[in-house]
């Protein structure tokens, strides 16, 4: 009997001590989270996004004011876009909902000084989980910024990372490299 309450109580904490994980970078979304996650981001339009206490946790540095990035998990991804179309009085389309939920990978946003920045190769995103190091699959050009900064995005594929785990960010430039603490447990 004794060993049934033990029992019992290990099963329980291990049943919601997984559901309490399981809302951390979501890699498959519920439609009832991309509907969430589309109202987010309409109420916060614009810019106002990156204010916003969800997307707050998913950006490190300064960004998007200064250096420093975003993680763009699929959440992340249709709340930032679906504010960056409400501003504009559009709003994201069935097929743009689709294409994010079916994605397989996520995107890591970087904000870097563009002297020096040739090609979106010459800036190298790294991510660190413990011995884990895990590489984009490509590296493109994003948003130039007013104050001579360049944005680069890194795809990363879901499957090569531990969503729960503490991550370094490592962005090397041919004159810099950053180093930035991201626990992808706090990012939506």
Same mark, same amino acid.
């Given at each position: 009997?004794?060993?049934?309450?033990?029992?019992?109580?290990?099963?329980?904490?291990?049943?919601?001590?997984?559901?309490?994980?399981?809302?951390?970078?979501?890699?498959?979304?519920?439609?009832?989270?991309?509907?969430?996650?589309? #109202?987010?981001?309409?109420?916060?339009?614009?810019?106002?996004?990156?204010?916003?206490?969800?997307?707050?946790?998913?950006?490190f540095g300064?960004?998007?004011?200064?250096?420093?990035?975003?993680?763009?998990?699929?959440?992340?991804?249709?709340?930032?876009?679906?504010?960056?179309?409400?501003?504009?009085?559009?709003?994201?389309?069935?097929?743009?909902?689709? #294409?994010?939920?079916?994605?397989?990978?996520?995107?890591?946003?970087?904000?870097?000084?563009?002297?020096g920045i040739?090609?979106?190769?010459?800036?190298?995103?790294?991510?660190?989980?413990?011995?884990?190091?895990?590489?984009?699959?490509?590296?493109?050009?994003?948003?130039?910024?007013?104050?001579?900064?360049?944005?680069?995005?890194?795809?990363?594929?879901?499957?090569?990372?531990?969503?729960?785990?503490?991550?370094?960010?490592?962005?090397?430039?041919?004159?810099?490299?950053?180093?930035?603490?991201?626990?992808?447990?706090?990012?939506?």
């Open positions: 009997m004794r060993f049934m309450g033990w029992y019992l109580g290990v099963v329980c904490i291990a049943v919601l001590g997984t559901s309490a994980l399981s809302d951390a970078f979501d890699i498959q979304l519920t439609q009832e989270q991309i509907k969430e996650a589309n #109202e987010y981001g309409a109420k916060y339009k614009g810019k106002d996004i990156f204010e916003s206490p969800v997307v707050k946790l998913a950006c300064e960004y998007p004011k200064g250096e420093g990035g975003l993680i763009m998990s699929k959440y992340i991804k249709i709340a930032v876009s679906s504010a960056m179309k409400a501003i504009k009085d559009q709003t994201l389309t069935p097929a743009d909902l689709k #294409e994010i939920e079916k994605s397989a990978t996520f995107n890591v946003v970087v904000s870097v000084p563009e002297e040739q090609s979106p190769e010459d800036v190298q995103i790294i991510l660190k989980q413990g011995t884990n190091v895990i590489l984009p699959t490509k590296n493109e050009f994003g948003m130039k910024y007013k104050d001579k900064r360049q944005g680069i995005v890194g795809a990363f594929r879901y499957d090569k990372i531990n969503p729960h785990a503490s991550t370094a960010i490592v962005v090397k430039t041919k004159k810099s490299e950053e180093k930035y603490k991201i626990d992808f447990s706090d990012v939506k």
